[in-house]
């Protein structure tokens, strides 16, 4: 069986790396971009940091900033309107996940007419054309979108978001400077993070996983829990650590997919609007003791990778219970709540349904039940 990696054509990284942006946007001969963000970042200033590079140098470009936290049908096709309104030629995605998969939608709809129907994208929809060129700029640590095929789309009407995963919407270029994420409130900061080792740890896990994405994911679990609490705090040092792990985690992921901790995050963000990292979080300790036994040896080197010490000497148990405890306690100490308040029982049947149609869940090393993820939802109760 042959294992595939796709990254990026280009990526910069580093503090100052926007500065980067122009002359990508001269070397690919575009003529005007069309900014896709979410309000907030365009109400306090972050947007500007990037615009004024391109003013500059005389770039133009317009904003679509309609984009809500889940991003919905609705503004994937309001993004399609202003993309075709804008006469643009690219997409700058400056933000975190919802701004970068409603990017991904909007440009594979653009360059793939057929698919105007937003909900027909989901899973792995044969578009033939690569999307709209996106040059990808996030502004949270956490989503990886810049670097992956994935994105999720809301469906208000039904209560679900659905995932879709397409090589043709990769962004051509990654744009992972540090200095744009310096306005992330702690909060954010600790939900994205955990969301960042979600990845990780379900791309480590996965059954499609071998090695070259085992050396990513490592990694990225060693630099996220090395840096996270820092990142945090508001440390430099550890929002640089941050800004690199949880693109390496990106790497991975993206090209051997997730498991169920991520199948039911998605339905508890499309039910309660719970945010994506604090339903990983909340999560993932959960998933990793139900798949232990399915993990072979691989809990030990999460746990060395998160610290622990003394791990060669530890039973198979004790290891893997180590790995789940140090996911607890860093999700603990960034402040990420272990029960979810908003979850009724009455929604039992629904949430686990919704779970196990995710685009996730075949991934998953244990294989599951629509009654399995009944009793693993009800121990957020």
């Known amino acids: 069986m042959a294992n595939r990696i796709m990254?990026?054509?280009t990526s910069y990284h580093g503090a100052g790396a926007i500065k980067e942006i122009?002359?990508?946007?001269?070397a690919n001969g575009f003529s005007k971009g069309l900014i896709c963000c979410g309000p907030t970042l365009l109400k306090h200033g972050v947007i500007a940091k990037?615009?004024?590079v391109l003013d500059a140098e005389g770039l133009a470009y317009a904003v679509f900033s309609d984009i809500k936290p889940n991003p919905t049908i609705e503004n994937v096709v309001d993004g399609v309107n202003a993309f075709k309104a804008a006469g643009a030629d690219y997409i700058l995605a400056i933000g975190g996940g919802s701004a970068m998969d409603t990017a991904k939608a909007i440009g594979i709809i653009i360059n793939n007419p057929e698919f105007a129907d937003v909900r027909s994208l989901e899973g792995v929809a044969p578009t033939k054309k690569p999307c709209v060129p996106i040059i990808a700029v996030p502004t949270t640590a956490g989503t990886a979108a810049e670097v992956t095929i994935n994105y999720v789309i809301t469906d208000v009407e039904r209560k679900r978001k659905f995932v879709c995963v397409d090589p043709h919407d990769m962004p051509i270029v990654a744009v992972v400077d540090p200095e744009m994420m310096d306005s992330m409130p702690k909060g954010l900061t600790a939900s994205t993070?955990?969301?960042?080792l979600t990845h990780a740890i379900?791309?480590?896990?996965t059954l499609a996983a071998w090695e070259m994405t085992d050396m990513f994911h490592l990694e990225a679990i060693k630099l996220i829990s090395a840096n996270l609490r820092n990142a945090v705090a508001g440390t430099k040092e550890g929002r640089e650590g941050m800004a690199l792990g949880q693109y390496i985690a990106g790497m991975g992921f993206s090209n051997v997919g997730l498991g169920i901790a991520h199948s039911m995050a998605h339905t508890l963000g499309a039910v309660y609007d719970t945010p994506h990292g604090v339903a990983c979080a909340m999560m993932l300790p959960i998933v990793m003791e139900y798949n232990a036994e399915f993990t072979g040896e691989k809990y030990r080197e999460i746990a060395r990778a998160m610290g622990v010490k003394g791990v060669d000497e530890m039973s198979v148990e004790e290891y893997?219970?180590?790995a789940v405890n140090a996911v607890k306690q860093l999700s603990a100490d960034v402040g990420i709540p272990a029960k979810l308040e908003a979850l009724k029982e009455e929604d039992l049947p629904f949430l686990a349904q919704s779970a196990y149609d995710d685009a996730c869940r075949p991934g998953n090393p244990r294989d599951t039940s629509v009654e399995d993820l009944t009793e693993l939802f009800r121990k957020l109760m």
């Open 7 to 9: 990254l990026n054509q």
């Open 22 to 26: 122009p002359n990508e946007v001269k």
């Open 50 to 52: 990037i615009s004024d």
């Open 193 to 196: 993070g955990m969301d960042a």
């Open 202 to 205: 379900e791309g480590y896990t």
């Open 320 to 322: 893997r219970a180590a």
